[in-house]
């Protein structure tokens, strides 16, 4: 299994170039640990949380990473683009990480930021679709006019080409089942978000795999998030991560983004997210990985080992002890032989059956 991380945002009130800088630090550190990936989100007037904008603090980064280690954003808000401007900064980008680069997008969610960036939200399905239907336009290096609802363009002759053919990986965000749908449908990958246990990974993975399948394309291994948090007992390891995460998951619980309730994270939170967390002693999070690999198509997997209001030598700290004690234990376990792929989502054919049915 091969190990990433999420860079995460930073409250407003750091400095923009400490801020940076302890990104800088974040990747030595990773690199030492063992880490492969490196991958970053993104929103736009975002309050009293920041995040740099990942296409330039990608290019930064790439001159900072070893020869076997990848780069991503996950997400970039597609809908939210002009797509040729979006295509653009994207094959360049493939250009500057020498083809190292995967690239997530997503509808996005949060209604306040379209509002601020005058795009109507009710819009971000059909502009997404339409924006990466123009971006691999672009990426094919063939003069082409496209006519839909938001982008009419005529007589365009693209002039970047990717380093990757037919361009970079494309790593589908989605916390929903229908986003499932769209990643089998149109993705390469979906990044499967930290908040579900086992059962409604699979459920996802295998609504995707149909989308593959109309498609003629074979499931491989996908990306999957997964929150951990090691600690000497598994007492204080829960302790410093309900410290470190409950206000970002009440945040994401507060814009309806996740599958968890407000209340039920309020009345105990722990509890709510056990299951879908790697949190406690190094051995206990290690069989929870080691069950993620054993059960599910996954790799890499990619961890966040940073929370807002964290200092950058806890951050670090958190990363020294993956690396010591976690990730050399899970290099050592093989990510799911794909001919088991189709068997190790049987269990749930039905009821993905049901959702296709249900999600047309």
């Known amino acids: 299994m091969k190990f990433g991380m999420l860079v995460s945002d930073s409250p ?20 030492e640990n063992g ?17 740099l904008q ?14 076997h280690v990848r780069l991503g954003a996950t997400i970039l808000l597609a809908p939210l683009y002009n797509p040729v401007i979006l295509a653009e900064e994207i094959a360049t980008l493939d250009i500057i990480t020498r083809g190292r680069l995967d690239v997530g997008l997503g509808l996005g969610y949060r209604k ?30 063939e003069d082409f006019d496209y006519h839909g609802r938001h982008w009419r363009i005529e007589g365009a002759t693209p002039h970047i080409q990717c380093v990757q053919e037919p361009h970079p990986p ?15 449908r149109v ?42 948090f090691v600690g000497p007992t598994t007492d204080e390891a829960i302790s410093q991560f309900v410290k470190v995460s409950r206000d970002r998951y009440l945040a994401y619980a507060q814009k309806e983004l996740d599958r968890y309730d407000e209340q039920e994270l309020m009345r105990n939170f722990f509890e709510t997210v056990r299951d879908s967390v ?8 290690i069989d929870h990985l080691t069950l993620l690999a054993k059960e599910l198509p996954v790799d890499p997997i990619v961890i966040r080992p940073e929370w807002p209001g964290m200092t950058i030598d806890e951050v670090v700290e958190n990363m020294e002890v993956m690396g010591r004690e976690i990730i050399p234990a899970l290099a050592e ?11 190790s989502l049987a269990s749930v054919a039905d009821e993905v059956a049901r959702e296709i049915e249900i999600l047309g």
Not at 19 to 30: F, M, N
Not at 57 to 65: F, G, K, N, T
């Open 12 to 31: 407003r009130n750091i400095d923009p170039v400490e801020q940076l800088d302890g990104l800088l630090r974040q990747v030595e550190v990773g690199q």
């Open 35 to 51: 880490l492969s990936y490196f991958d970053i989100g993104q929103h736009f007037l975002y309050g009293e949380l920041r995040w």
């Open 54 to 67: 990942p296409i330039p603090v990608l290019a930064r980064l790439a001159a900072e990473i070893d020869d």
């Open 112 to 141: 306040d930021e379209f509002a601020l960036l005058n795009v109507p939200f009710k819009e971000r399905v059909s502009r997404f679709e339409e924006c990466l239907e123009i971006m691999k336009l672009c990426w094919a290096m």
């Open 170 to 184: 494309i790593w589908m965000g989605a916390h929903s089942r229908v986003g499932a749908r769209r990643a089998g």
């Open 187 to 228: 993705g390469d990958c979906f990044t499967i978000p930290p908040e579900y246990d086992i059962h409604e990974m699979r459920v996802r993975l295998g609504i995707m795999a149909v989308g593959f399948e109309e498609r003629g394309k074979a499931l491989g291994h996908q990306p999957v998030r997964r929150n951990t």
């Open 278 to 285: 790697a949190v406690g002693t190094a051995q206990q999070v």
């Open 333 to 343: 376990v093989p990510p799911m032989p794909i001919e088991d792929i189709p068997s």
